[in-house]
C-alpha cells in the first residue's frame, strides 16, 4: 500500500455516476450471509408446513419396512426417499418434523433465557448497589456450573418433555446475556441522556424501561441469535442421552441417538442425516448471528 | 430573595489508591457561596479541577453536598418532601456539552422533547402535541422536526432540541455546562443568541459554565472565578472583566485569546502546572504560582472579602498584612 | 520574481472516493498558499473546511481512499508530490514536523520520555543512544520542563497534559526542522496552560527560524500569534492576507461572519452575528459559490458561477464582490 500521490484524472472521478444505493443494496454487500439465511428459511419453511409436505406420519411406521435405506441405493424406495429407522418411520418426515423441534424449542429458549438475562442485566447494571452484587454473584456461581452438566441435572429432576427443555435451556443460559447486557447498562448510565432523564424527574423504572432497554434490544437480538446454535446443540445433546424431548416425538438428537445402533452395520442415513441437519442448521445460526454482530454494532458498521 | 443560594457548600470524595495506598480527600466543591437571581445568568469560569462541574451537579441534585446547603426558592434541598422534589425537578433543567449524546438516539424528536412533562401532570396527548410544537417554534425549527430521530439533524440543531426539551417543564433555572463548546464557531453564535432571547422572553435564570471567557463575559450578569474547589473571586460580570483584582483572574482573563491582533493585552503567563485536587497547597492554593505572593499566603487561606462591590479571596485586599 | 518561498502549494486539490466511487468528497480544492521562512501561517476552518486534510495532504500522510487529484507541492524548491515514500520519510520530522491535537494520542504509553524524544535524532541523524538522549535532555529543557534529567526517564502517563504536549513539541524540533505544523494544539490544554506554550512556540520560533502553521478553528490563536491568515470554507481557501488586514477589512462574508460572530470581552452588548443555515455536505456541494446558501450578500452570479481567487493589496479573496483584482488562479 503506497501512498504516492496517484494522478489520477479529474474526469475519471467526475464522470462516475453517482448512484443512490437501492433499498436492497445490503444485499450485495459481500458478507452478507446469503446462503445461511436461506438455509434457514428453507428450514422454517419446512418447519411451518411439515404436516403437509412430509409424506408419511413421523411417529407410525410399518415394521415390516424397517432399516430401509435411501432411495438411491439398492433396496430402496421413492416411498421413504431418505429410508426408514428401526421402527420403520420415514426417515425424511422425521427430519422435517424434526426442524419444527429444533427451530420451536430453539427460539422459544432464546427468547426466555434473553428475557430473563435481559431483565436482570438491566436491573443489576442500572441500580448497582446490592441489587447489583447479588445478581452478580448469582450470574457467576451459574456460569461456573458447566452448561450441560447442569440441563442434564434440571432434567433429571424435573424429567423430560419439550416444554421442560424449553425452561432449562433458558434457566441455564439466561446468564449470558446478564453479563453482556450488564456491561452494556453500566456505560450506557454514564451517557448524558440518561442524565438529562434523571434532571427531568423520571423514576428509576421509567428510565430503565424509556431510555435502557431500547438501547440494548439490538445487543439482546444478536446475542440471541448467537445462542440459537448452541441451544439447538445443547437440545439435540439432551434429547440424545435420552433426557430431552422424549419419544416418540422425532428431534433430531433423538433420532442420532436411536441411530447408533446402525452404525456398525452401515445403516449410515439414521446417523448422517440428523447429524447433518443439526450441523446446517447451528452453522447458518452462527453466520447469521456473527455478520448481525457487525452490522448492528454501530462502531464497526461500514454501510 | 435569590432563586438559589449556596452557602459554603462543599462536596468531598474519598479516594483509594490500590489495595494499600493511602486514603485521601478530593476537596472538588470547598465551601463555596454563590447565588442565582431570578431572570439573571451566574457565569462560572475555571480551569481543570477547579470544581465548577461538581457544582453543576450539585445544583442538579445529581450529587449531594457533604457540607453547607443549597437552598431553592428558600428552602433547602436536603428538607425537600415528594412534592418538593417534584417541583424543584421541574423547576431545574439542564443543557450538557455533547449533542450527540444528549439525545437518546431510539427516540423520536416529539418524545425527547416531552419527557419533563411525563412527570407530575397528566396532559393529553392532543396538549402534550401543542406544546411540543410550541417549544420547536421557540428554539427555531420546523415543526416537521417532531416526527425525525436524533442522527436526522447537526450539532447546532440537536443543541436546540436540548434546550427545547430543557424547556418543557417551565423551568426557573437552567444550568448550561459548555454548552456550545463542541459546536463549531460559526453555529455557536446562533446558540448563543437564542439563549440570551429565551432569557428575556421567559424570564430565565442560567448557571452557564464555559471555558470560553469571552461567551461567559457575553452571557454573564454575575461571575463567578473558581480554582481548585474554592471561590477566588465573585461579582459583577463587566467590572470583573475589566478590573479583575484577584491575581489568578488577572491571569486567567490575560490568557484569554484576544479577538484581534490590535487589542493590547498585558500578558500575564504564570509559572507552573494547575495542581491536583488531591494535593492541594497549604493555606492559599493559588500561592505556589501567584505573582504577588506574600508570607501569610502559605499559612492562611484568605476569605472571600468584600472589595468594591465584589468578593475577592485574596489576602493583598483581607487587611491581614494591611495590603 | 518574489524569492521562493520556504513552502508554496499550487491549485493543491485532495479527493477522497467512497470504495464502489459512488461519492466523492472534495475535501481541499484548489488551495494555493504560500509560506515564507520563519513566518507563521494560520489556517483557520471549521469542522468539514478540509484543513486537517491540506495538513496530511502536505505531509502526505493521506489514508487510502484520498487521491491528490492535482497541483505542486513545493517545498525549498522540491515537488513533494513527485517524491517516493522513502523519500518523503526523510522529510517527515526531519524537514516538516507536524503537532497533534491530543498529546495523549501523540506519545507512546509503553516507551519512556527519553526513548521517545531521542527516537527521530537516532532515525534521521543515526545518532547513538547516548547521543541521542542527550540531546533529549536539552530539548526538554528547551521546551521548559523542570528537572529534565529525572523526566527522560518517566512515562507519558506520569505528567500533566500541559508538559506532554511540550513533550510532543520537543520531539517536533527534535531535528530543527524548518516547518512545523500545528493541528489544533491547545485544545485540549487549559488556558493558562496555553498561554505558557503558545508563548514557548513562539520562542522556540524565534530561536529557530522555524516557520509555523497553525491549523486551528479559534479565531483567538490566529490573532496571537500569526503573521498571515487563510480562511477555508468547504475545501476551498475563501480569504487570505497578512492578519491584520484581514481582521480589519475582510472582503469575504464568510471572513466577516466569522469575525463578527465571536463574542467580544470588551462589548458585554454586542449582538452576535450568526451565520444561518448549515455547514456544507462535501459531497453534493451546490453549484457556484460554495458559502452561497449561507451568504447575507448573495447574488445571481453567485449561484451559477464559482469564483476564482481574486488578488487584491497581497490578499487574496474567492468571492465575486472582490472581482475588481486580477484572478490568480485559472479555475472559473
Known amino acids: 500500500m503506497t501512498m504516492r500521490s496517484e494522478a489520477v484524472s479529474s474526469e475519471v472521478i467526475t464522470a462516475q455516476a453517482i448512484r443512490e444505493p437501492s433499498r436492497f443494496e445490503f444485499m450485495r454487500l459481500a458478507d452478507f450471509p446469503l446462503v445461511p439465511v436461506l438455509i434457514l428459511v428453507g428450514f422454517a419453511v419446512i418447519a411451518i408446513f411439515a404436516s403437509v409436505l412430509a409424506p408419511h406420519d413421523p411417529e407410525v411406521g410399518k415394521l415390516v419396512a424397517r432399516f430401509r435405506p435411501p432411495a438411491w441405493q439398492h433396496g430402496g424406495s421413492m416411498e421413504y426417499l431418505l429410508g426408514t429407522d428401526h421402527l420403520g418411520r420415514d426417515v425424511l418426515s422425521r427430519l422435517m418434523f424434526g426442524a419444527r423441534i429444533s427451530l420451536v424449542v430453539g427460539f422459544t429458549a432464546v427468547i426466555v433465557a434473553g428475557a430473563i438475562g435481559t431483565v436482570l442485566g438491566i436491573v443489576s447494571g442500572y441500580l448497582g448497589g446490592w441489587v447489583d452484587q447479588v445478581i452478580m454473584r448469582i450470574t457467576d456461581t451459574w456460569l461456573a456450573l458447566p452448561a450441560l452438566t447442569f440441563a442434564i441435572f434440571l432434567a433429571a429432576i424435573v424429567g423430560p418433555s419439550e416444554m421442560n427443555i424449553v425452561i432449562i435451556l433458558g434457566a441455564v443460559y439466561w446468564t449470558r446475556y446478564a453479563r453482556v447486557i450488564r456491561g452494556e447498562v453500566l456505560s450506557l448510565k454514564e451517557r448524558e441522556f440518561v442524565r438529562l432523564a434523571i434532571v427531568a424527574g423520571l423514576s428509576k423504572s421509567k428510565i430503565m424501561t424509556r431510555h435502557i432497554l431500547p438501547n440494548v434490544i439490538n445487543s439482546a437480538i444478536v446475542l440471541g441469535t448467537l445462542m440459537l446454535g448452541v441451544v439447538i446443540v445443547t437440545e439435540a445433546a439432551l434429547s440424545f442421552l435420552g433426557i430431552g424431548v422424549p419419544p416418540p416425538k422425532p428431534a433430531w438428537g433423538l433420532m442420532l441417538s436411536d441411530g447408533k445402533r446402525g452404525l456398525m452395520v452401515g445403516y449410515w442415513w439414521l446417523t448422517v442425516l440428523p447429524g447433518s441437519c443439526i450441523v446446517l442448521m447451528v452453522l447458518s445460526a452462527n453466520l447469521l448471528g456473527d455478520w448481525l454482530r457487525v452490522k448492528l454494532d454501530p462502531q464497526l458498521r461500514q454501510l | ?323 | 520574481m518574489s524569492p521562493r518561498a520556504l513552502l508554496e502549494l499550487e491549485a493543491l486539490s485532495t479527493h477522497y472516493v467512497s470504495a464502489r466511487g459512488t461519492r466523492v468528497v472534495r475535501a481541499v480544492e484548489d488551495v494555493s498558499l504560500r509560506v515564507e521562512a520563519g513566518e507563521t501561517l494560520g489556517i483557520v476552518g471549521e469542522s468539514g473546511s478540509g484543513k486537517t486534510t491540506l495538513a496530511l495532504t502536505i505531509l502526505r500522510l493521506l489514508p487510502p481512499a484520498a487521491r491528490i487529484t492535482s497541483g505542486r507541492l513545493m517545498f525549498e524548491g522540491e515537488d513533494l508530490l513527485k517524491k517516493s515514500e522513502a523519500e518523503m520519510r526523510r522529510v517527515r520530522g526531519k524537514r516538516i514536523a507536524m503537532i497533534l491535537q491530543d498529546p495523549m494520542a501523540s506519545l507512546n504509553p509503553l516507551f519512556t520520555i527519553g526513548d521517545q524524544v531521542a527516537e527521530p535524532i537516532r532515525v534521521h541523524e543515526g545518532a547513538s543512544r547516548g547521543a541521542a538522549w542527550k540531546r533529549a535532555g536539552e530539548l526538554l529543557k528547551a521546551v521548559r520542563i523542570p528537572s529534565p534529567q529525572t523526566r527522560l526517564h518517566q512515562y507519558p502517563h506520569e505528567m500533566s497534559g500541559g508538559m506532554r504536549q511540550r513533550i510532543v513539541g520537543a520531539i517536533a524540533i527534535s531535528c530543527e526542522p524548518r516547518l512545523l505544523i500545528a493541528d489544533e494544539p491547545t485544545t485540549s490544554l487549559d488556558l493558562t496552560i496555553q498561554a505558557q506554550y503558545l508563548n514557548l512556540l513562539r520562542e522556540l520560533q524565534r530561536a529557530h527560524g522555524l516557520a509555523l502553521i497553525f491549523i486551528t478553528h479559534n479565531l483567538g490563536i490566529v490573532a496571537k500569534m500569526c503573521d498571515q491568515l487563510a480562511v477555508m470554507y468547504a475545501g476551498r481557501v475563501v480569504e487570505a492576507g497578512p492578519v491584520r488586514q484581514v481582521f480589519r477589512a475582510p472582503v469575504h462574508p464568510y471572513t466577516r461572519a466569522l469575525l463578527n460572530s465571536i463574542p467580544r470581552m470588551s462589548d458585554k452588548s454586542q449582538r452576535l452575528t450568526a451565520i444561518e443555515g448549515q455547514p456544507p455536505d462535501l459531497a453534493a456541494l451546490p453549484p457556484g459559490c460554495a458559502f452561497g446558501p449561507r451568504c447575507p450578500s448573495v447574488f445571481d452570479r453567485c449561484r451559477k458561477t464559482e469564483p476564482p481567487a481574486f488578488v487584491h493589496e497581497g490578499g487574496l479573496a474567492r468571492c465575486w464582490l472582490a472581482s475588481a483584482g486580477d484572478t490568480i488562479s485559472g479555475v472559473a
Open chain 2, 1 to 323: 430573595m435569590a432563586l438559589v443560594e449556596a452557602t459554603e457548600v462543599s462536596k468531598h470524595f474519598r479516594t483509594r489508591r490500590g489495595l494499600v495506598g493511602d486514603a485521601g480527600v478530593v476537596r472538588a466543591v470547598d465551601g463555596v457561596s454563590f447565588a442565582i437571581e431570578g431572570g439573571q445568568t451566574l457565569g462560572v469560569v475555571g480551569e481543570s479541577g477547579c470544581g465548577k462541574t461538581t457544582t453543576a451537579k450539585l445544583v442538579l441534585g445529581l450529587e449531594q453536598p457533604t457540607g453547607g446547603d443549597i437552598r431553592f426558592e428558600g428552602r433547602d434541598l436536603r428538607a425537600l418532601d415528594r412534592a418538593g422534589r417534584r417541583h424543584y425537578r421541574k423547576s431545574v433543567q439542564a443543557v450538557f456539552q455533547d449533542p450527540y449524546a444528549s439525545l437518546n438516539p431510539r427516540m423520536r424528536i416529539a418524545a425527547i422533547i416531552a419527557e419533563p412533562l411525563l412527570v407530575g401532570e397528566q396532559l393529553t396527548a392532543g396538549e402534550v402535541r401543542k406544546r411540543v410544537l410550541h417549544l420547536l417554534d421557540l428554539v427555531g425549527l420546523p415543526g416537521r422536526s417532531a416526527d425525525l430521530f436524533p442522527h436526522e439533524f447537526s450539532g447546532g440543531q440537536r443543541q436546540r432540541i436540548a434546550i427545547a426539551r430543557a424547556l418543557a417543564s417551565s423551568p426557573k433555572l437552567v444550568v448550561l455546562d459548555e454548552p456550545v463548546s463542541a459546536l463549531d464557531v460559526s453555529i455557536r453564535a446562533q446558540i448563543l443568541n437564542l439563549l440570551r432571547d429565551l432569557q428575556a422572553q421567559l424570564g430565565l435564570s442560567y448557571l452557564f459554565i464555559a471555558h470560553d471567557l469571552a461567551a461567559v463575559a457575553h452571557m454573564s450578569h454575575t461571575i463567578v472565578v473558581m480554582y481548585l474547589g474554592k471561590v477566588v473571586e465573585i461579582g459583577d460580570a463587566e467590572t470583573i472583566v475589566r478590573a479583575p483584582k484577584h491575581p489568578y483572574t488577572a491571569a486567567l482573563f490575560s490568557a484569554a485569546l484576544p479577538s484581534s491582533p490590535d487589542e493590547r493585552r498585558e500578558e500575564i503567563v504564570l509559572p507552573g502546572e494547575v495542581p491536583s485536587p488531591l494535593r492541594p497547597p497549604p493555606g492559599c492554593h493559588f500561592h505556589p504560582r501567584c505573582p504577588h505572593v506574600m508570607e501569610s499566603c502559605r499559612r492562611q487561606a484568605p476569605a472571600l472579602t468584600k472589595v468594591e462591590s465584589r468578593l475577592v479571596a485574596c489576602h493583598l485586599y483581607s487587611g491581614a498584612n494591611g495590603g
